[in-house]
């Protein structure tokens, strides 16, 4: 009698065991067949480059991996700025980010050498310095941080504006500028004669009408999209400087991505970064015309004697910053302006 009951028992521990199993089982691949999350924050509007690019991400990497991928997309700094999406990204809280070089700084110095005034003579020039051996490199310059660079992304040439015309160093003085977290930016303007104040892209706009900041510089489609010339009259372009992105990732999150789902994810990015250096291009034109139109606000072209003096008072920069980027790096940005 004792027999039989301990095998009644037995058998409904096994019962039991067998069922626990089944259920542990089947979360593991409910689990296992749930899409991979990649969150990605940005901070600019969906009607810029990187804004559409991120969408386009998101667009092709659902329909050609479904099921397999889930993309979140965070625009407009709604969760983070550009130096708490960097922090995020290595604490896990998101996957993807696109910040521009300036916000870099804290986990690469060589980086700076993209907001170098007047190095860089077009954005053909940063492109082919992007292909060559040292822009290949830079992507992987902060891979001991954590971070991998994946791609770059291109917006345009910066514009600066302020409420007077900038024409010569004498126009920047009592001007306060917004600048990003750029100790190049700020050696650049304290060239000029104007002082800085260090500010996240979200709060420019309201920093302008506000009068907490009297200058800003940023490419036409931010400028644009934000309004900035709703309280900004008179726009320079000296061509001086380049806004571009790195699109980054966690490099473990990466790493450990299955393999096809990582070559899949890769041919997305190229092909997707084709596209948002085309739009780049586009709505550099595009939306300058928009704000002429809006006739708000107008573009100061400098003449050549103007140009030469902007040069001179800010190509000495290069040589303050040389020992942190590197002196064969600037030299092959330099060899970048050559068409081969
Ligand atoms: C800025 O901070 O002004 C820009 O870098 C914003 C952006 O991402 O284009």
């Given amino acids: 009698?004792?027999?039989?009951?301990?095998?009644?028992?037995?058998?409904?521990?096994?019962?039991?065991?067998?069922?626990?199993?089944?259920?542990?089982?089947?979360?593991?691949?409910?689990?296992?067949?749930?899409?991979?999350?990649?969150?990605?924050?940005?901070?600019?509007?969906?009607?810029?480059?990187?804004?559409?690019?991120?969408?386009?991400?998101?667009?092709l990497a659902e329909e050609r991996l479904a099921g397999k991928v889930r993309v979140e997309i965070y625009p407009r700094a709604l969760k983070f700025n550009d130096v708490q999406a960097l922090l995020a990204l290595l604490f896990g809280d998101i996957e993807l980010a696109a910040p521009s070089f300036a916000k870099f700084r804290s986990f690469s110095r060589q980086i700076q050498v993209f907001d170098l005034p007047f190095l860089f003579s077009d954005v053909d020039a940063v492109n082919r310095f992007q292909r060559g051996e040292a822009g290949v490199k830079l992507l992987d310059s902060m891979l001991s941080h954590g971070?991998?660079?994946?791609?770059?992304?291109?917006?345009?040439?910066?514009?600066?504006?302020?409420?007077?015309?900038?024409?010569t160093p004498q126009d920047f003085k009592r001007l306060r500028f917004r600048i990003e977290p750029s100790a190049v930016?700020?050696?650049?303007?304290?060239?000029?004669?104007?002082?800085?104040?260090?500010?996240?892209?979200?709060?420019?706009?309201?920093?302008?009408?506000?009068?907490?900041?009297?200058?800003?510089?940023?490419?036409?489609?931010?400028?644009?999209?934000?309004?900035?010339?709703?309280?900004?009259?008179?726009?320079?372009?000296?061509?001086?400087?380049?806004?571009?992105?790195?699109?980054?990732?966690?490099?473990?999150?990466?790493?450990?991505?299955?393999?096809?789902?990582?070559?899949?994810?890769?041919?997305?990015?190229?092909?997707?970064?084709?596209?948002?250096?085309?739009?780049?291009?586009?709505?550099?034109?595009?939306?300058?015309?928009?704000?002429?139109d809006s006739k708000k606000a107008e573009v100061i072209?400098?003449?050549d004697p103007e140009l030469a003096e902007w040069r001179t008072l800010l190509t000495p920069i290069w040589k303050q910053f040389e020992a942190q980027i590197g002196i064969e790096i600037i030299e092959q940005a330099i060899q970048a302006n050559q068409p081969r």
């Fill in 1 to 59: 009698m004792r027999t039989q009951w301990s095998l009644v028992r037995l058998s409904w521990r096994m019962r039991l065991t067998v069922l626990i199993g089944v259920l542990i089982l089947h979360a593991v691949n409910a689990h296992a067949a749930e899409p991979i999350l990649i969150r990605f924050s940005h901070v600019t509007s969906e009607a810029t480059p990187k804004g559409h690019g991120a969408l386009l991400f998101k667009k």
């Fill in 147 to 167: 971070i991998k660079g994946l791609a770059y992304w291109n917006n345009g040439m910066r514009v600066m504006s302020a409420n007077r015309p900038l024409r």
């Fill in 301 to 303: 072209t400098l003449t």
């Fill in 185 to 292: 930016m700020q050696a650049q303007y304290r060239a000029l004669g104007a002082a800085t104040v260090p500010m996240p892209f979200k709060q420019v706009r309201e920093g302008l009408k506000m009068g907490l900041v009297t200058g800003q510089e940023n490419a036409w489609s931010n400028i644009h999209s934000k309004g900035f010339h709703d309280f900004q009259t008179y726009f320079t372009e000296a061509r001086h400087s380049f806004l571009g992105y790195m699109l980054v990732t966690n490099a473990d999150f990466w790493t450990n991505l299955p393999a096809e789902i990582r070559g899949e994810l890769d041919k997305i990015i190229q092909e997707v970064t084709v596209e948002v250096n085309k739009n780049a291009r586009e709505k550099a034109k595009s939306d300058r015309q928009r704000v002429i």
